[in-house]
């Protein structure tokens, strides 16, 4: 155990600008300055002030990081990244009434985690999945392929899904031709330096052999948004290693760095990304997956109750 630390504000600002400059993941990808991010913030920080205003100066040099996975949690408040919640809210690809009213409609589904539906006149699969902390398994995944299996095709909707489980994205994962092929490369933090990292290390898929059953092969359309963020980007990151699987909406919101944080010496609590996570070709999607099919809600025909990316999916899977 290190030694205490005092518990002035000056040395728990002075704290944290140092854990975040020794471990943070992302400084080259956000194009920060941290050393100018210092000269910021440091001269409104003295012994003097009280707590609030203390939270408020180190929870705005986070906000400088534009990362959704940063966090400063103390025990009269929380910490938010202003700039990525709003972004996610402000530039979202889903009018949810529109899919509730025209495409589950009344007669829809629920299934463990899935609200789902068919559409296209019973042609094309529409999944409806919110988030990635809500429980999986392959039970379901196989449940919903064998339930759908006279579908063309599948739609797994993804928009302002915000993340969540790392274990359900390979649930997810577990019905589709899985052959141990690779899926993304990641690295830790591994010293003081921007860039001093750890060996990179290859994620890999499962083996669909061991499943027993014939993976699902059909064309799959998974939507995503500005609002689909962290475990959901991890997923979108891996459907490029599956040949049955596109992309259509819009760029994810990212947060595909794995948080890890510790304790300042006031008590308050503190996260940031510490790993960073590449394709395979060595591309650094934080800022955002792309989609393989770009496609923004039309005003038009939303006012009409028709979500073109929805339509854009079918009509994809139907051809």
Same mark, same amino acid.
């Not at 429980?135 to 899904?161: F, H, P, T, V, W």
């Not at 994810?252 to 304790?263: K, S």
């Given at each position: 155990m290190e030694k205490d630390e005092p518990q002035n504000p000056v040395n728990v600002f002075d704290y944290l600008w140092n854990q975040v400059d020794q471990n943070y993941t992302f400084f080259d990808v956000k194009g920060i300055d941290w050393d100018s991010v210092r000269e910021v913030y440091r001269p409104k920080v003295d012994d003097l002030m009280g707590k609030d205003s203390l939270f408020r100066v180190c929870a705005a040099m986070l906000n400088t990081l534009r990362d959704g996975h940063t966090n400063l949690i103390s025990g009269f408040d929380v910490s938010r990244n202003d700039s990525v919640y709003y972004k996610m809210y402000a530039e979202k690809n889903i009018n949810e009434e529109v899919v509730m009213l025209n495409y589950l409609t009344v007669g829809h589904h629920t299934t463990g985690s899935f609200l789902h539906h068919a559409i296209r006149n019973g042609e094309v699969a529409y999944l409806r999945y919110s988030s990635f902390?809500?429980?999986?398994?392959?039970? $379901?995944?196989?449940?919903?392929?064998?339930?759908?299996?006279?579908?063309?095709?599948?739609? *797994? &909707?993804?928009? !302002?899904?915000?993340?969540?489980?790392?274990?359900? #994205?390979? #649930?997810?994962?577990? *019905?589709?031709?899985?052959?141990?092929?690779?899926?993304? !490369?990641? !690295?830790?933090?591994?010293?003081?330096?921007?860039?001093?990292?750890?060996?990179?290390?290859? #994620?890999?898929?499962?083996?669909?052999? /061991?499943?027993?059953?014939?993976?699902?092969?059909?064309?799959?359309?998974? /939507? #995503? &948004?500005?609002?689909?963020?962290?475990?959901?980007?991890?997923?979108?990151?891996?459907?490029?290693?599956? &040949?049955?699987?596109? $992309?259509?909406?819009?760029?994810?919101?990212?947060? $595909?760095? %794995?948080?890890?944080?510790? *304790?300042?010496?006031?008590?308050?609590?503190?996260?940031?990304?510490?790993?960073?996570?590449?394709?395979?070709?060595?591309?650094?999607?934080?800022?955002?997956?792309?989609?393989?099919?770009?496609?923004?809600?039309?005003?038009?025909?939303?006012?009409?109750? *028709?979500?073109?990316? %929805?339509?854009?999916?079918?009509?994809? %899977?139907?051809?």
């Open positions: 902390s809500n429980g999986l398994s392959e039970a $379901l995944m196989k449940y919903m392929a064998n339930y759908y299996k006279d579908c063309k095709g599948m739609i *797994i &909707d993804l928009r !302002q899904n915000g993340g969540g489980s790392m274990g359900n #994205v390979a #649930v997810m994962l577990s *019905i589709f031709d899985n052959h141990k092929q690779p899926l993304y !490369q990641t !690295q830790t933090k591994a010293g003081p330096s921007h860039d001093e990292f750890g060996a990179m290390q290859t #994620v890999y898929a499962a083996d669909s052999s /061991l499943l027993g059953k014939t993976p699902y092969t059909k064309p799959v359309a998974v /939507l #995503v &948004d500005r609002g689909s963020y962290s475990a959901t980007s991890f997923f979108a990151l891996c459907t490029m290693a599956y &040949d049955n699987i596109k $992309l259509f909406g819009d760029y994810t919101g990212g947060g $595909l760095g %794995i948080p890890n944080g510790g *304790i300042l010496p006031n008590g308050w609590t503190y996260r940031f990304s510490t790993t960073r996570t590449m394709d395979m070709e060595g591309h650094n999607y934080e800022n955002g997956v792309p989609p393989d099919v770009r496609v923004l809600l039309d005003p038009v025909s939303t006012a009409q109750g *028709i979500d073109n990316v %929805i339509e854009a999916a079918a009509e994809w %899977i139907l051809e």
